[in-house]
C-alpha cells in the first residue's frame, strides 16, 4: 500500500482577508512540505474565512476569491511546492452570483474546495449537504453540489467532502464507498459546543465505515464573531482506529503517515453516473506514484483531551481574543461590581489580551457595598490590570433632580449612568467596552437596556449562571492555576448574586434560586420543551410558568444585545430566532 | 358555468394568539356567509399568525395549531356555517416536530391550508416552495410539500396553493393545469416592499395563465414586528382579466361572484401520479352543486391605487401601530430635535396613535440652537402631541466634571444623555421609546450607539433620507391634508440637516449631500453592487470608496439597533445578514 504523509493544517482564517489568508496557506503549505508532506488540507472557506454571511451575493467579492485562489495555485509553485496537492477552501461560482432573491437551481455561490497542484487549480468540489438549522444557513447561500470529486493522488484515490458532508448519511461518503477510495478528506468550518468534540469522534468513524476508508478530518480555529473554531482535527480509519487527533483551540500542524490502499490503475478519468443520493463522480488524475516520504516517519500523535471547564474556558479566551484582535481594538474595558459575573469577565479578558490590554472601572453607587468595592480592588490586585474608580453618585443625582423618578426608574437610572460612564472612556481612549450579563439574565431579562447591557461583546453571553460559578472554581483550582493564586476572590464567588441597585437588593427577589431557573431554562431554550414537557421533568408549574413569561417578554432586549461567544447547542442570537411580537404563551389557549 | 360567490378575508392576525386569530376567523365567516359567500379564504398561517420563527420547533405550539384548528372546524359548524368552506392557514406537522438540528425529509412541521367544511378538516395542502432568501428562512422551518390538493367545491375544482408557490415557475400552478382545475386558491403572508404591488398583478397573471385557471389572491394586512403586509387581495382570470382587487393597509372583506367551468363529474378521487416537479395531485370532495348565490351580485370593484408616498406612508403608519399595540404599550415617547426625522416620525405617530399617546421631548444643550427649540415647539403645537422640554446641560455637566473628555466622547455623552433621559421617562410612565435615525444615518453609522438609537422601535428604519424629505414634503401637500396645515413645519423640512452637537455642526461636514449617499448605498445594500460597480453608474471613486467604508466598519451598530419597519427590498437586520468581523474591503485585495 502507498504511505501518503498527509498535512492537515489546522489554522485561523479571517474573514474577508483573502490576501492575509492566502499567505497563511503559503505559510503552512510551506512547513507541511519541508516536513514532507504530500498533501495538505486546509479547512472549508479557507481563502474567504468562514462564515461570510451575504457577502456571497457580491459579485466583486465572489470575484476576488477566484482571482486569489488561481493566484495562490501559481504561487504555491512559485515557492517550490508544485509537487505538493494544497486543498483549499474557498468560495466560487458556477454562473452570475444569485442574488438573494433570484436563487436558481443549479447555478450561484459554491461552498467550494480546490485542489492545487501544478501551480493551477487541479480539481474543485461543491459541498452537497448544505445545513440550514441553528446558526447556519446554506441554503440562502449556496447551490448543492451533486458530483463527488475524487482525486487521485500518488496513486491514491481521495475523496474531497466539505463540513456537512459529513453529518449526514447517503450522499458523498456513501458515492465515495461505490467509487472505492481509499481516503475521504472532510474540510471544517464546525463551530465548537460544549460536548460536540464527544460526538465527533464517533461521527468520523461511522462515516469512515460508510465509505470504507480511512477519513482526514480538518476543523479551523479561531473566533468568528459568536462562533469559535476549536480545531479537534483527526484522522480515522476505516475499522474506526483512531490515527491521530490535534489539540483543540490551537493552531496546529497535524503531520502523519497514512498507509492507503493503491487505487487500480487505468480507472476511467471520466465523470460516473451512480445514482446514490443522485450524485455523480468526477475523476481527476493528479499523480500516480509520488517517492516514499522522506526521513523519519511522521506521526501526529493523540493531543490530551481538555475537562469540560478547560475546555470552556479556552472557547469565551479564545473567542474574546479574536474578536478583539480581529476588529483591530487595542484594549477592552469593563465595570467591576465585586461580582461573580464581571470578575470572571475580567479574569476571560486577562487570559485572552494580558493585564495590559483590560481596564476594570469600580463605579459605586449609594447602594454599593463596601466589601464589593474590596472584592474589585481585590481582583484588579491579583490580576495587574488598569483599575480605576469612578463614583456615580453625582451624576446619578443630576438626574434626579431634574426628573420625577421612582421605584425600577432609579434602580435603572444607575445601571443606565454606569453605561454612559463606560463608553465616554471607550469614546475618549478607544477600549472596546465588554458587557456581561450571563445567559440566565439574558433568558429572563434580568437587566438593564443601555445600562449593563452597553457593549460591543459579551464573553458570558451563553455562559448559564451555574456555569458561571463551576468556571470560576475551576479558574481558582490547582489544575487552572498550577498552585498560584487565581485571579477570582473567593468572596466574589461565595457571596449571594445582587445587583446592588436598590438597598439590600439580592437576585432571589426577583428569580428563582439559579439551580432552578438554569434548569427550567436550559428546558426551554437549550430544548424547546413546553410547559408540560417541563412539568413533567419535575418542575413546579408555578415557577415554570413565572420563568417561561419572563424569557417570553424580554425578546425585545435579546435583539438588541451584544455578541458573544457560542459555547451551548443553542445560543441567544441567530441560534434561536423568535418574533417580538408573540401572543403565544405556553400557559395555553 | 357554475358561479361562486368567493369571499377573501384581508385581515390582521397576531403571531401566537391562536384564540384571537380564531375568533377573526369566525366573525368574517360569519359576515361573509350572511352576505352570500360560499368560500371563504384566509390568509397564510391564519390561525397562528405568521412568520412564527423558531415556535415551530415548539410541540406544544405545534399541538396547539392542530387542536385550534380542529375546534374551530367545529365552531365553525355550530355557528350555522357547516356547508360554507372555509380556507384556513395553520401550522401543521405530519410527525413528530423536528428541531433545529434534527431535520429529517418528509417529516416535521408544515406551513399548512386547511378547508374546514361540514364540521372539520375536509382537505389540507402543504406549501411546496419555500422561501429562503431575504427575510424567509422557510427551509429552516418547513418539509415541503409534494402533493397538489384539488377541492371539489360546488361542482368546481379548486386547487390550494400557498404565498410563494405563486412566486415561482413549475410546481403546484403547473400541477394544477394537468389536473384541470377550474380555481387556484393562493394565501398569502407577503410583506410590502416598495412597488411590489406593481410587481403582483402581473405575476399572478402568469401563474392564471401558467393553471388556465382563475387565481383568487388573498394576503394578510397588519404589523409584525419588521415586517408589514399591505393586502392588496384581487382575483384574475386565466386570461388576465383583472376581476377586482382590495385596497392595501386595512381590513377588507373581498367579495365576487365569479363564473367558474364545472369540472367532468365523477373524476376518480384518488391521488393521482403527475411527474411534473414530482407533484402528486390528491382530490378531495366537498360538494358537487350549490344554490345560485341569493340576491344581488357580488361585485368586489377595484379599489384606487395609492401614491408612492402614501404607499410607504400607510405602511410605516401600520407597522407602528401594530407593534405599539400587539405589544400592548399604552404610549410612546421619542425626542424632537426641531429635526426632520423627529419630525417625520412623530408625525408617523400621531398618523397611527392619535396625539393623546404620543409624548415629544425636546433636550436642548448649549448646542442647540434657538430655532430648533421653536421647530420643535411648533411640530408638538400642530399635532397636538404632549410636549415637554428637558434640557440637558446639568446632567452632561455632572458627567463632564467627573471625566475627562473631548471631542466625540463629548458629542456622544450628549447623545446619551438624551437616551438616558426617554429611557427613564419610558420607565417612570410606561412609554415605548421611538428612536428616529433614517436608513442613511444607519448605513453610515452616522449615530450614537445608546444615545440617539435608543429604542424599542424605529419607524424610519428603512427610509433613506432622501426619502424622509420626500415623505414630510408629501404629508404637508394638500394631497395629504386634505387643505389644512400639515404636521410638519415647513423650517423642519427645509433647513440643512445638523446633529448639532458641536458649535455650527452640519451632516454635510462628515457626509456627502444625501442625493449623491443615497444613491451609493442604494446601490451598494440594496443592490449587492461593489465598487466597481458604482464607479460604472458614475459615482466618484473617492466618495465611494469613503460611503463603503463607512458601511463596513458600522455593521456592529446595526448589530444592536431596534426593529423598524421594512418598506425596501433590502432593510437592515434578517434581510442582510453580515459578519461584523468582517476584513473585505470593496478596494481589493
Chains 1, 2 share one sequence.
Not at 185 to 211: F, H, M, Q
Not at 214 to 230: H, I, K, R, S
Not at 455 to 468: A, C, E, I, Q, S
Request: include cysteine; charged fraction near 20%.
Amino acid at each position: 500500500m502507498p504511505t501518503l504523509r498527509i498535512a492537515l493544517a489546522q489554522v485561523n482564517p479571517t474573514v474577508g482577508d483573502l490576501a492575509g489568508n492566502a499567505d497563511l496557506i503559503r505559510g503552512h503549505s510551506r512547513t507541511a512540505a519541508d516536513r514532507g508532506a504530500q498533501l495538505v488540507a486546509f479547512p472549508e472557506m479557507m481563502l474567504t474565512g468562514y462564515p461570510v454571511e451575504d457577502l456571497v451575493f457580491r459579485e466583486s467579492f465572489v470575484t476576488a476569491s477566484r482571482t486569489a485562489l488561481d493566484r495562490l495555485a501559481a504561487d504555491l509553485a512559485g515557492d517550490g511546492l508544485a509537487d505538493t496537492a494544497v486543498l483549499v477552501g474557498y468560495l466560487d461560482a458556477d454562473g452570475p452570483p444569485m442574488t438573494s432573491a433570484d436563487a436558481v437551481p443549479g447555478r450561484g455561490p459554491r461552498n467550494a474546495l480546490a485542489v492545487l497542484h501544478g501551480g493551477r487549480v487541479a480539481a474543485r468540489y461543491f459541498k452537497h449537504h448544505l445545513p440550514n438549522y441553528g446558526v447556519f444557513d446554506e441554503d440562502r447561500y449556496f447551490v448543492s453540489g451533486d458530483t463527488l470529486t475524487v482525486v487521485r493522488i500518488g496513486g491514491v484515490d481521495v475523496a474531497l467532502t466539505i463540513c456537512e458532508d459529513l453529518w449526514q448519511a447517503g450522499g458523498p461518503f456513501a458515492a465515495a464507498r461505490q467509487a472505492g477510495v481509499g481516503l475521504v478528506v472532510n474540510v471544517n468550518g464546525s463551530p465548537y459546543e460544549r460536548n460536540k468534540d464527544d460526538i465527533r469522534l464517533p461521527l468520523v468513524r461511522r462515516r469512515a465505515a460508510e465509505a470504507g476508508a480511512t477519513v482526514a478530518y480538518v476543523n479551523m480555529y479561531g473566533g468568528q464573531d459568536e462562533l469559535v473554531f476549536d480545531g479537534d482535527s483527526m484522522i480515522v480509519e476505516a475499522d474506526g482506529t483512531l490515527l491521530t487527533r490535534a489539540p483543540q483551540f490551537t493552531e496546529h500542524l497535524l503531520l502523519h503517515d497514512v498507509a492507503l490502499p493503491a487505487a487500480a490503475p487505468g480507472q476511467p478519468a471520466e465523470e460516473t453516473g451512480l445514482g446514490r443520493d443522485g450524485m455523480r463522480v468526477a475523476r481527476v488524475h493528479v499523480s500516480d506514484e509520488l517517492p516514499a516520504p522522506a526521513g523519519e516517519p511522521a506521526v501526529g500523535g493523540h493531543a490530551e483531551r481538555l475537562s469540560d471547564e478547560a475546555e470552556v474556558w479556552q472557547a469565551l479566551v479564545l473567542g474574546l481574543r479574536d474578536y478583539v484582535n480581529k476588529n483591530g481594538f487595542p484594549s477592552v474595558v469593563l465595570g467591576l461590581s465585586g461580582g461573580i459575573d464581571s470578575a470572571l469577565a475580567a479574569a476571560i479578558a486577562v487570559d485572552a489580551l494580558g493585564p495590559d490590554r483590560v481596564t476594570g472601572v469600580s463605579m459605586p453607587s449609594q447602594y454599593s457595598s463596601e466589601h464589593s468595592r474590596e472584592d474589585a480592588a481585590e481582583l484588579a490586585k491579583r490580576t495587574g490590570l488598569d483599575f480605576r474608580v469612578e463614583p456615580i453618585q453625582p451624576m446619578v443625582d443630576s438626574f434626579l433632580a431634574n426628573l420625577s423618578l421612582s421605584g425600577t426608574a432609579v434602580e435603572n437610572l444607575q445601571a443606565r449612568v454606569r453605561g454612559v460612564l463606560l463608553m465616554a472612556l471607550s469614546n475618549q481612549e478607544g477600549h472596546l467596552v465588554l458587557t456581561t450579563g450571563n445567559k440566565s439574565e439574558l433568558a429572563v431579562g434580568y437587566s438593564t437596556l443601555y445600562g449593563d447591557s452597553v457593549g460591543g461583546f459579551n464573553p458570558l453571553k451563553d455562559v448559564w449562571k451555574t456555569l458561571v460559578w463551576k468556571l470560576a472554581r475551576w479558574r481558582v483550582s490547582p489544575a487552572a492555576t498550577g498552585g498560584g493564586e487565581g485571579p477570582i476572590p473567593d468572596n466574589s464567588i461565595g457571596k449571594p448574586p445582587s445587583a446592588e441597585l436598590s438597598p439590600g437588593q439580592l437576585d432571589t427577589d426577583t428569580l428563582p434560586d439559579y439551580s432552578v431557573l438554569d434548569a427550567i431554562l436550559i428546558g426551554y431554550v437549550d430544548g424547546d420543551l413546553g410547559r408540560e414537557g417541563l412539568i413533567q421533568a419535575g418542575h413546579d408549574p408555578e415557577v415554570v410558568d413565572r420563568v417561561l413569561r419572563m424569557v417570553d417578554l424580554a425578546e425585545y432586549k435579546r435583539r438588541q444585545s451584544a455578541p458573544g461567544t457560542k459555547i451551548s447547542i443553542k445560543a441567544f442570537g441567530r441560534d434561536r430566532r423568535l418574533p417580538i411580537t408573540n401572543r403565544w404563551r405556553e400557559r395555553g389557549i
